[in-house]
């Protein structure tokens, strides 16, 4: 083995180190850190709308059993969700405008479902049956679950879109095309309290 050889091959391992270290100190594997808890937060996010969306059947089926329940509710309800369950968004896609999208038809579903449990409430015998009572509480802890994941949501994109754009992480941002993810925005009319009757 000659000298030259062995010259390159020190060099080769220099190179690839300081390659590394500024990757490292740029904050490249940081920003790679940060998108992966902002994907897994909406992993989250996503189940716990499966799981209000996996109720909803079962819920409509105790429905129907009220007599004369009105039919046009049961309809709104499952196009709802049909609507819903039909906007999927990919973790690595989380762009303002698909976000708002997504909350869109969630929030389609949930409009949906106040106008069941409002109707719900001129039937005694539903508000009397055990099953309906107990979806009616599943439900209603889905919906807080629902509020707890799309605030650690909104956490991890801040997290995430403030570290981008400071310098000199917005450098290797910029230059490895990581774009900010959108957030849950509040919805129109929610800084009035609902009314709430079960």
């Known amino acids: 083995m000659n000298i030259t050889s062995v010259f390159h091959k020190i060099t080769a391992a220099v190179g690839l180190i300081a390659i590394s270290f500024g990757f490292s100190s740029c904050g490249y594997n940081s920003i790679v850190s940060k998108q992966e808890a902002v994907a ?14 996996d109720l909803i059947p079962n819920l409509v089926n105790t429905v129907k059993g009220a007599a004369n329940f009105e039919q046009k509710t049961l309809t709104d309800v499952m196009e709802a969700r049909a609507k819903a369950t039909q906007v999927t968004i990919k973790a690595d896609d989380l762009s303002p405008e698909k976000i708002a999208q997504f909350q869109q038809a969630q929030m389609g579903l949930s409009s949906a479902l106040g106008r069941l449990m409002a109707v ?8 009397a049956n055990q099953n309906f ?4 509480a599943e439900l209603a802890g ?20 403030t570290y981008i754009q400071k310098f000199p992480t917005n450098l290797t941002a910029k230059m490895f095309s990581f774009e900010k993810k959108g957030y849950f925005e509040a919805e129109a009319g929610a800084e009035k309290v609902p009314t709430v009757n079960f």
Not at 120 to 127: A, D, G, H, I, R
Not at 142 to 161: G, H, L, P
Request: no cysteine; net charge neutral; proline share 2%.
């Open 40 to 53: 897994a937060s909406w992993s989250q996010v996503q189940n716990v709308y499966q799981r209000r969306s």
């Open 120 to 127: 719900s409430e001129n039937y005694p015998n539903l508000k």
């Open 133 to 136: 009572l107990e979806l009616q």
């Open 142 to 161: 889905t919906e807080n679950r629902i509020t707890v994941e799309r605030m650690k949501f909104n956490e991890a994109v801040q997290d995430y879109n």
